[in-house]
């Protein structure tokens, strides 16, 4: 049975409707959903980056999800807002896990394949939400002509398909958004990938990125006071030598 995930769920202060938004979401059958935290950065003043808030105060217990026996998967992420003229060093230079495609305007620039090819040789994958659609028929149009450009361009490979939902009405099945990404030029097979197996590439993407080439992996040592803190091994009563080292007594008939 495939894992479907929604790797962009709107972060909002209003906890209740965070709240329904994850509950919408298992009800639907997703096992994995990110709440997604975007940060536009001006020139005009300095600006700090926004922290995630840790899911234990967002929500009490997590839903279960539609069909298993397990709770909802909730993780953060992160989105800055680049320029047009950052496409580029997004695909080819910059340390990012998705390259989200706009959807609310006509994109001021065609895809290219060579920045394209350059992303998706490095696991990088493009995002295509599609809550705008439903909201305006203006952004319908704007959301289906840059898909349709996009996989053009990659051929339909290492894309994701996501909401950008604001309120739990704006969330659609995961087969509905299959059904939906045939509209953006998706095969049958790539548009289940694009909320499954992709997804969940771009979630172990975003984990090997804090090892060695996904070989190594390093933790933080214990520290001084947690170390004294454990018992000290066990000496030899008596003064005794160690075990090891004790001579070993010759047997006699």
Same mark, same amino acid.
């Given at each position: 049975?495939?894992?479907? !995930?929604?790797?962009?769920?709107?972060?909002?202060?209003?906890?209740? /409707?965070?709240?329904?938004?994850?509950?919408?979401?298992? =009800?639907?059958?997703?096992? *994995?959903?990110?709440?997604?935290?975007?940060?536009?950065?001006?020139?005009?003043?300095?600006?700090?980056?926004?922290?995630?808030?840790?899911?234990?105060?967002?929500?009490?217990?997590?839903?279960?999800?539609?069909?298993?026996?397990?709770?909802?998967?909730?993780?953060? /992420?992160?989105?800055?807002? !680049?320029?047009?003229?950052? =496409? +580029?060093?997004?695909?080819?230079?910059?340390?990012?896990?998705?390259?989200?495609?706009?959807?609310?305007?006509?994109?001021?620039? +065609?895809?290219?394949?060579?920045?394209?090819?350059?992303?998706?040789?490095?696991?990088?994958?493009?995002?295509?939400?599609?809550?705008?659609?439903? /909201?305006?028929?203006?952004?319908?149009?704007?959301?289906?002509?840059?898909?349709?450009?996009?996989?053009?361009?990659? @051929?339909?490979?290492?894309?994701?398909?996501?909401?950008? #939902?604001? *309120?739990?009405?704006?969330?659609?099945?995961?087969?509905?958004?299959?059904?939906?990404?045939?509209?953006?030029?998706?095969?049958?097979?790539?548009?289940?990938?694009?909320?499954?197996?992709?997804?969940?590439?771009?979630?172990? =993407?975003?984990?090997?990125?804090?090892?060695?080439?996904?070989?190594?992996?390093? !933790?933080?040592?214990?520290? &001084?006071?947690?170390?004294?803190? &454990?018992?000290?091994?066990?000496? #030899?009563?008596?003064? &005794?030598?160690?075990?090891?080292?004790?001579? @070993?007594? =010759?047997?006699?008939?």
């Amino acid at each position: 049975m495939s894992v479907f !995930m929604d790797l962009n769920l709107t972060f909002s202060t209003d906890k209740n /409707r965070l709240q329904r938004l994850i509950e919408t979401a298992a =009800h639907l059958g997703f096992s *994995t959903v990110a709440i997604n935290y975007v940060f536009e950065p001006t020139a005009k003043k300095k600006q700090e980056i926004p922290t995630p808030t840790p899911i234990n105060d967002l929500i009490d217990q997590l839903p279960i999800v539609q069909g298993r026996s397990r709770p909802i998967r909730v993780l953060n /992420r992160l989105t800055i807002v !680049m320029s047009d003229s950052s =496409h +580029f060093a997004a695909c080819m230079i910059y340390d990012v896990d998705i390259i989200c495609i706009s959807v609310t305007e006509k994109l001021p620039f +065609f895809f290219k394949r060579a920045p394209v090819n350059g992303a998706v040789d490095r696991g990088l994958v493009f995002e295509v939400s599609y809550a705008a659609a439903i /909201r305006d028929s203006t952004m319908r149009r704007y959301t289906i002509a840059n898909a349709v450009c996009l996989m053009e361009t990659c @051929k339909g490979k290492n894309v994701i398909l996501s909401s950008a #939902a604001e *309120t739990p009405l704006e969330l659609r099945g995961p087969y509905d958004i299959t059904n939906l990404a045939l509209l953006f030029g998706l095969s049958d097979g790539d548009a289940k990938e694009a909320v499954s197996s992709t997804c969940r590439s771009v979630v172990l =993407h975003a984990e090997t990125r804090r090892t060695a080439s996904g070989i190594i992996y390093t !933790m933080k040592s214990c520290s &001084e006071s947690s170390c004294q803190q &454990e018992a000290p091994p066990a000496a #030899a009563a008596d003064g &005794e030598a160690p075990a090891a080292k004790r001579a @070993k007594p =010759h047997l006699t008939e």
